[in-house]
């Protein structure tokens, strides 16, 4: 299993970027995949996930209505669409997927949010 994620950055508040995340080693269309987020300090916590039919999706109160999760099955791929960004979205964002217990991650891709 490998997830390469990329699209972080530097980017003033309010303003956009989108993450994806690249997966391979496992038959993508058959499981939810997720995003996690990790401030210096702080726990890895959840931001988004999306159902394995791409059409059921979940979001942290902290980011519901700014970010859109997304899947592209022909591409293997997930994206994050992070719109509005906050200077608390700051953090390096992980891509995830579960297969029968097993977590698998990403390295990470950073976002940092400053004027």
């Known amino acids: 299993v490998q997830l390469v994620e990329s699209g972080g950055g530097l980017v003033q508040p309010g303003g956009s970027l989108r993450l994806s995340c690249v997966a391979s080693g496992f038959t993508f269309s058959r499981y939810f995949m997720r995003w996690y987020r990790q401030a210096p300090g702080k726990v890895r916590g959840l931001v988004a996930r999306?159902?394995?039919?791409?059409?059921?999706?979940n979001y942290a109160d902290s980011v519901r209505g700014r970010f859109t999760i997304s899947r592209d099955i022909a591409k293997n791929t997930v994206y994050l669409q992070m719109n509005s960004l906050k200077v608390d979205d700051m953090a390096k964002y992980y891509c995830n997927v579960n297969i029968q217990g097993d977590d698998y991650w990403g390295q990470g891709t950073q976002v940092t949010v400053s004027s």
């Open positions: 999306i159902f394995n039919d791409g059409g059921t999706t």
